[in-house]
């Protein structure tokens, strides 16, 4: 994992890291696994930790919404960042939005570089995770 002290984004020593990946690596929302009890609980896992980046999600479900949404991942300051801005941006949302991740908006809001890009595919991939079990639950 990238140092967080060394406030460089990718290998361009003149970049710093975005105030919002400073803030959501430094102090990461929702890490861990689901706190609540919950009607369903889903969980989207991607990534390999061999190639550097792993997320996995937990979903709670209450009235077909994310009631809550917590995360556990390994990766770069950028790949945690998305993380917890998604899991503030995801809950009380309907479960069916989950795959409708917009990755150019995410990259934007946390200033990724566009070298990073594969990480946000990891965490779509988590999450679509989550919606397949979702869809999987109600038609199964």
Not at 35 to 40: I, S, Y
Request: hydrophobic share 40%.
């Amino acid at each position: 994992m990238n140092d967080p002290g060394s406030n460089r984004a990718g290998g361009d020593e003149s970049e710093p890291y975005s105030s919002v990946v400073e803030e959501h690596f430094t102090n990461p929302r929702q890490v861990g696994t689901l706190t609540g009890q919950f009607e369903t609980e889903l969980t989207g896992e991607a990534g390999q930790l061999e190639h550097g980046t792993r997320v996995v999600f937990h979903v709670g479900v209450i009235d077909e919404r994310v009631g809550e949404i917590a995360f556990q991942a390994f990766g770069c300051p950028h790949t945690i960042a998305a993380c917890s801005v998604l899991a503030g941006l995801l809950a009380g949302r309907p479960v069916d939005s989950l795959d409708e991740l917009s990755l150019a908006e995410l990259a934007a809001l946390i200033g990724l570089p566009v070298e990073k890009t594969g990480r946000l595919l990891v965490i779509e991939d988590a999450l679509r995770k989550c919606r397949v079990a979702w869809d999987n639950r109600r038609l199964g």
